[in-house]
């Protein structure tokens, strides 16, 4: 059994920050990516930063210099530092750790997610 458990979201004024933290834990053998999704009222759940095993990282266009993801690996967490931030980043924050097993299967398991509300 894999568990993600993310923390730190809240309500924050435009223009503000906030760290998400999210700790993996269970049977996890090898890591293949971690990642922060999120999903607005209304709208499809969209990728929001990845980084890999190796460290490399990735945005979407609309967080790009704003956000910052992160890597602990002694504790398997990743945080997602989110600054300069808008009301249309408002939504349901989402972690998803993408690991495979010792046989080489792939598995996405994803954490219950954690609310951000930006206020204009």
């Known amino acids: 059994q894999v568990q993600l458990v993310e923390s730190g979201g809240g309500l924050v004024q435009a223009g503000g920050s906030l760290r998400l933290p999210c700790a993996a834990s269970?049977?996890?053998?090898?890591?293949?990516?971690m990642n922060w999704y999120r999903q607005a009222p209304g709208k499809q759940r969209e990728l929001v930063a990845t980084?890999?095993?190796?460290?490399?990282?990735h945005y979407a266009d609309s967080v790009k210099g704003r956000f910052t993801i992160s890597r602990d690996n002694a504790k398997n967490t990743v945080y997602l530092q989110m600054n300069s931030l808008k009301p249309e980043d408002t939504a349901v924050y989402y972690c998803?750790?993408?690991?495979?097993?010792?046989?080489?299967?792939?598995?996405?398991?994803w954490g219950q997610g954690t609310q951000v509300t930006v206020s204009s």
């Open positions: 998803m750790l993408d690991h495979s097993n010792r046989a080489g299967l792939r598995y996405n398991n």
């Open positions: 269970g049977c996890i053998f090898s890591i293949n990516a």
């Open positions: 980084i890999t095993s190796g460290g490399s990282t």
